[in-house]
């Protein structure tokens, strides 16, 4: 139990470390439509988010499907990229008149990327160990629960905001998926496999 703890933390460490800020970046970009109102839309895409997220790692730590570190590592900030600029083109639909299809088939893949580029990491931890259910299980179970704090953090600040400072949904949007899109491109530039 002790060890299953200790990926647990590993997990949460892993996500939360600000020098690995992509992963943030991506749960930001994906929390900022939304708000405390539209949780059932949020809990979807976390769900699918996190299955997907899980799905490979398992393909990957049980060497069912291996990708290139390299491809992966370039798919991560165009994850980011793609959430923030469809950010921007959806800001100008009504609110009543978004569809969430597009963000949860765009999050299942994306978590499929993302899950992908922690499982490089993984490997490495559990390397030359028999069971790899338990610690796959642990450090899945942390990115998890980082993942939902960042998520809620992204709406507290939305709802700090829009509600406090009285500034539009939209606005807010706009601002922050530019933010994120200034802030990804370097690592496009840096990650390109070619």
Wanted: glycine share 6%; charged share 10%; hydrophobic share 60%.
């Amino acid at each position: 139990m002790q060890e299953f703890w200790f990926y647990i933390e590993l997990g949460l460490h892993h996500v939360l470390d600000v020098n690995a800020y992509d992963h943030i970046l991506f749960l930001t970009a994906l929390a900022l439509p939304f708000t405390f109102k539209s949780w059932k839309n949020v809990l979807l895409l976390a769900t699918v988010f996190t299955f997907t997220h899980c799905l490979a790692l398992v393909f990957s730590v049980y060497e069912i499907l291996v990708i290139e570190a390299s491809w992966i590592e370039f798919l991560i900030p165009v994850t980011i990229l793609a959430t923030a600029i469809f950010n921007l083109v959806d800001n100008k639909a009504q609110m009543d008149e978004r569809t969430i299809w597009f963000h949860v088939l765009a999050t299942g893949f994306f978590g499929l990327i993302h899950g992908f580029g922690f499982s490089n990491y993984f490997k490495m931890m559990i390397m030359g160990e028999d069971d790899k259910l338990a610690p796959l299980l642990g450090f899945a179970g942390g990115i998890e629960l980082s993942q939902v704090v960042i998520v809620l953090l992204v709406l507290i600040l939305a709802y700090m905001v829009q509600s406090i400072l009285k500034v539009k949904q939209s606005l807010f949007i706009m601002v922050g998926s530019i933010v994120i899109i200034l802030v990804t491109l370097p690592l496009l530039y840096e990650t390109f496999p070619f």
